[in-house]
């Protein structure tokens, strides 16, 4: 009976030691996601759904006072990146350096785009293109629209998202979308308010002296 115990005990502070492992693993990914994220609004629920289970309560509570320790010890951490980072990109947002897009759903309020894109590309698109708010769904219509036209013409056409633009001042401008017609580039930026506007004015010119000459798509008078 003592032998049986004894492997019970064994197989018992086995599993535990396993439990533990997987919970170390699981923690030090919420931990990574936070670091990532910069914000803990997600590490009580990430833990308890994926390191507490009824049916392992002593490596459970083992887990929790584990993850209070780390909560503790990464907390002031994560707070001053996010300060720190909160300011840098407050400063390139400012600068129109960096654009933020939320999602407006402008579906039902028939509101539609002006552009430039004639007058710099010889380009003519639809007058009515209309605005979703979404600048993801936007971007896709815009850039059918321009490469419907540019092959219609017998041009070349590509385009990149995201692309990274550096400046004179050596600061990389994200360009929410870069299109290349002919040999010819363009930054294109998509104009939903006040803010994005004022960007647009302010990059514009820095673009302009590194020889680009850019795109909006706006549904404000520019």
Not at 104 to 131: Q, R
Not at 171 to 189: E, G, L, M, R, W
Not at 196 to 207: A, Y
Request: proline share 2%; aromatic share 12%.
């Amino acid at each position: 009976m003592d032998g049986i115990r004894i492997i019970l005990i064994v197989i018992a502070a086995l599993i535990i030691i396993v439990n533990l492992f997987i919970n170390f693993s699981n923690i030090f990914k919420i931990v990574s996601y936070c670091f990532k994220s910069n914000t803990l609004n997600q590490y009580w629920s990430l833990f308890f759904k994926n390191c507490v289970s009824g049916r392992a309560l002593i490596s459970s509570v083992f887990a929790i006072i584990i993850a209070v320790i780390i909560f503790i010890i990464i907390t002031p951490f994560v707070l001053f990146r996010r300060a720190t980072i909160g300011k840098k990109t407050a400063a390139l947002i400012e600068e129109g350096i960096l654009f933020e897009y939320q999602d407006l759903n402008l579906n039902d309020k028939n509101v539609h785009f002006n552009s430039n894109i004639e007058s710099l590309t010889g380009i003519s698109l639809t007058n009515d293109l209309a605005a979703t708010g979404n600048v993801k769904i936007d971007a896709t219509l815009v850039i059918s629209e321009i490469q419907t036209k540019v092959q219609a013409e017998d041009k070349t056409f590509s385009f990149k998202a995201m692309h990274n633009i550096t400046l004179n001042d050596g600061k990389d401008a994200i360009v929410p979308v870069f299109i290349t017609i002919d040999q010819k580039s363009h930054p294109v930026y998509f104009v939903y308010n006040e803010t994005h506007k004022n960007q647009f004015n302010k990059i514009n010119s820095k673009l302009y002296s590194r020889g680009f000459k850019s795109i909006y798509f706006s549904i404000l008078p520019m």
